[in-house]
């Protein structure tokens, strides 16, 4: 019953360092999102892809790019880490677009840029 | 000012008591989320409403669209209802942007 797996949970980078978090569901859902939680700010969307082989730009994408590697992955690149980028990513995805169904959540990624 | 105000921000209540959590936004909207995050960080999807009331448990969301308002009540709250709830929006007319509160935090105590 996995649902929706991060990879990493925690990560602490230096500034300029790259990396990618990775996203996969097993629901077999059509579009999958990419957010950011901060302390007074509420969740924020970065990007997020409506279907296989889209991707948009949500609330918040600068310094960030995303690849839908397929179906079943959606994978969120930080090319040169910004101590603004700290913060904690959530990954979701949803059978209908349009956050028109319930969005099911992973489990955070807790990323610290020094 | 937010486009989603969530109240009140803080809420302690002893285990039984009924619970409400109100949510207020300034847009039009096609649907409201209500989400709950907890402790541990975990985030799980409660309802999404567009009209009416809706009703899992001992949860009850009710949304007024010509207010623009929603409430997510608690029956008989549980020390294991503690947790932060989120309202979320989507303005009509958007193209996949769901605004989000920031929160209300719940601690029931037993």
């Known amino acids: 019953n996995a649902g929706v797996t991060q990879t990493p949970k925690f990560q602490v980078l230096k500034t300029g360092q790259s990396m990618t978090l990775q996203c996969a569901q097993d629901m077999n859902h059509n579009s999958m999102y990419w957010y950011r939680q901060d302390p007074g700010m509420g969740l924020r969307l970065i990007y997020y892809?409506?279907?296989?082989?889209?991707?948009d730009k949500g609330e918040v994408p600068n310094g960030y790019n995303v690849s839908r590697l397929n179906k079943r992955e959606f994978s969120l690149r930080l090319e040169s880490a910004a101590p603004s980028q700290t913060s904690v990513y959530f990954c979701?995805?949803?059978?209908?677009?349009?956050?028109?169904?319930?969005?099911?959540f992973g489990d955070g990624t807790r990323l610290s840029i020094l | 000012k937010n486009e989603v105000e969530q109240s009140p921000q803080n809420l302690t209540a002893q285990e039984g008591e009924f619970i409400t959590i109100n949510c207020s936004y300034s847009?039009?909207?096609?649907?409201l989320h209500w989400l709950q995050q907890h402790p541990g960080g975990g985030i799980v999807s409660l309802f999404m409403?567009?009209?009416g009331k809706k009703k899992h448990g001992r949860l009850i969301a009710t949304i007024n669209i010509q207010e623009k308002h929603s409430s997510l009540h608690i029956t008989a709250s549980h020390p294991r209802d503690s947790a932060v709830y989120i309202c979320?929006?989507?303005?009509?007319?958007?193209?996949?942007?769901?605004?989000f509160g920031k929160g209300t935090l719940l601690t029931v105590n037993p």
């Open positions: 979320a929006v989507i303005p009509r007319g958007s193209n996949y942007k769901l605004t």
């Open positions: 979701a995805s949803s059978e209908e677009g349009n956050f028109r169904g319930p969005q099911h």
């Open positions: 409403l567009s009209s």
């Open positions: 847009v039009g909207i096609s649907a």
């Open positions: 892809s409506a279907s296989e082989g889209t991707t």
